[in-house]
């Protein structure tokens, strides 16, 4: 069938093709194709995506995390709490093995093992049947699914999680990684690694070891610890750990042949599941009960985002991210929906980027009166020790809010050292949300250096005229801006004068910036199979990933 045929039967009108017979793109502004062509935005056809990225259900939550069940900071009452707050669903994670734990002999780590070891002892010794309890209590079918998990640790195969279907599924001892998904085997269980970029025998992940089975259908790319998409770029490996390396990335493991999904959580060891900019996991399926969402999980219907919920629509051949399909001609349809500016989507092949889209450098003037934008509002940079506690209530003058996502950060801790007081998790949280305002009840602290964030936000959502006014009345004061103002950028002000705490309405983002969309088809097969992924950057630095989908040569 001619392209074009194809895209008409589809409901998609063609902007033109390049000489390779690729579509060159629809867009949200000006989308670049791979050909370096240009075209211009087409609002009906991007409608068109929007409308079905809002009927595309997508649940968010967090698999990997911890508190002080093990070595984190954060009670698991309130670490449940701040996961209801932004997720549809968790599991916080005690640490409970490592097999081949180094150390012994050797005076410079002695310190490993007691550390390690005797957190694993509080576990088996009275932590883990309240800790089964508190998560059995704590789901609510079809509002907020709650599943145990547990850590393993191994210099030989990398870190892993076990994540339990089952509130039953016993705490395992195991020798090794492999034996500890043995043990699984009869259970519902994933079996997930993670910071996966370390030196492989150091933590690091062992591609050798990878089966593809039932068991490890994807793995945790982000988190943390860092950015293990490859060995370069965005978010290095920092922690004493150790680097990040080429051999024990997703695309070395991708290159290798491997079939897995892409996902991120957090590892944040402060009690605060779903730490905004940390990671998160998305899930595409159409309900939210514990047997929809493992089968999805299985089938790698999954993606990753280090924080805001961006939603990514990602077909070949009618196959869905996660899928496998064939073909030599691959018909390929991607729409996001960001909370943000987009910087750029990539569409990434065989490891290069195939196709790039982009929004535009800086906002132009809606012609209409009324638009949907995003807006997002900061509360922080406060200068003390002591945690600000934000009261108050964001409203609109008139239009509609169409939701709000809450960006609720946990605090910087890593784990807790010898001397450090006990640490008091602060739960943010929207209250009373309409379609005209929503209350805040948030906590913020400074800024720990000028490249580590802690301040708290929501974005808004709203379908408003750009004369009316966004509205923030919080801890005594009153600051509003139109939506026209908020276009044309960001506005900040402190509470208390200078080095105080401070509120920051960021620049609006319009459709025209936080959706994009292309159709293109590729015909040129690289290998037996080929693999596709999609990955988003948003301008504020928060980015997603779709799982990648695997085209056989036919």
């Not at 062509?37 to 087409?42: C, D, I, S």
């Not at 932004?86 to 550390?115: C, M, N």
């Not at 920092?238 to 990040?244: A, F, K, T």
């Not at 605060?272 to 514990?290: A, E, H, M, N």
Request: aromatic share 10%; with cysteine.
């Amino acid at each position: 069938m001619d392209r074009r045929d194809f895209l008409k039967k589809s409901g998609w009108t063609v902007l033109g093709l390049a000489a390779t017979g690729s579509v060159l793109g629809v867009a949200g502004c000006n989308g670049q194709s791979e050909s370096g062509k240009y075209v211009r935005a087409v609002p009906a056809e991007l409608k068109k995506m929007l409308e079905g990225l809002g009927e595309m259900k997508v649940w968010w939550g967090d698999v990997h995390n911890h508190c002080n069940i093990t070595y984190g900071h954060g009670d698991l009452g309130d670490a449940i709490a701040a996961a209801r707050e932004q997720l549809d669903f968790v599991s916080i994670t005690p640490h409970a093995l490592w097999p081949d734990i180094p150390g012994k002999g050797d005076p410079r780590l002695e310190w490993v093992i007691e550390y390690h070891e005797s957190a694993f002892r509080r576990l088996r010794a009275g932590g883990w049947e309240p800790y089964v309890k508190a998560l059995r209590e704590a789901n609510v079918p079809e509002k907020f699914l709650t599943f145990t998990s547990y850590e393993c640790h191994s210099m030989k195969h990398g870190d892993h999680v076990a994540l339990c279907y089952d509130y039953d599924t016993p705490l395992f001892e195991c020798k090794s990684v492999p034996d500890l998904k043995r043990k699984l085997k009869p259970y519902k269980a994933f079996v997930t690694p993670h910071h996966m970029g370390y030196i492989t025998g150091f933590r690091g992940y062992n591609w050798d070891a990878f089966k593809q089975d039932e068991q490890s259908p994807f793995v945790e790319m982000y988190s943390r610890h860092g950015l293990a998409e490859n060995d370069q770029g965005d978010m290095d490996y920092l922690h004493d750990m150790g680097p990040r390396t080429w051999e024990g990335s997703v695309q070395y493991g991708l290159d290798q042949g491997h079939k897995f999904g892409l996902m991120c959580s957090t590892d944040q060891h402060a009690g605060y599941p779903g730490s905004y900019g940390d990671g998160r996991i998305g899930v595409l399926c159409d309900r939210l009960d514990k047997e929809s969402l493992w089968n999805a999980m299985g089938s790698r219907h999954v993606c990753g985002a280090t924080g805001d919920k961006i939603k990514i629509d990602f077909r070949i051949n009618g196959a869905m991210m996660g899928d496998v399909t064939s073909g030599n001609s691959r018909e390929i349809y991607v729409a996001v929906e960001a909370m943000n500016h987009i910087d750029y989507v990539d569409i990434i092949k065989n490891g290069q980027c195939l196709s790039r889209l982009s929004a535009p450098h800086t906002v132009v003037r809606p012609a209409e009166k009324t638009i949907r934008a995003k807006v997002k509002i900061d509360f922080g940079w406060n200068r003390e020790e002591e945690y600000v506690h934000w009261q108050g209530r964001l409203r609109l003058s008139e239009g509609t809010l169409n939701g709000v996502q809450p960006c609720f950060r946990g605090a910087a801790f890593t784990s807790p050292q010898p001397g450090e007081p006990e640490f008091r998790t602060r739960v943010n949280r929207l209250l009373n949300t309409t379609d005209k305002s929503v209350d805040i009840d948030l906590y913020s602290t400074k800024n720990p250096n000028t490249t580590t964030p802690a301040t708290q936000g929501v974005v808004l959502d709203v379908t408003m005229p750009l004369n009316g006014k966004i509205v923030a009345e919080v801890n005594g004061q009153k600051f509003a801006y139109t939506l026209e103002e908020l276009l044309e950028g960001s506005k900040a002000h402190f509470m208390r004068g200078w080095l105080s705490e401070a509120v920051q309405f960021h620049r609006a983002a319009p459709e025209t910036t936080f959706a994009v969309g292309e159709v293109l088809t590729d015909n040129a097969p690289e290998k037996d199979t080929d693999y596709y992924y999609v990955r988003v950057r948003q301008r504020n630095g928060q980015w997603a990933w779709s799982s990648p989908i695997w085209v056989e040569k036919s």
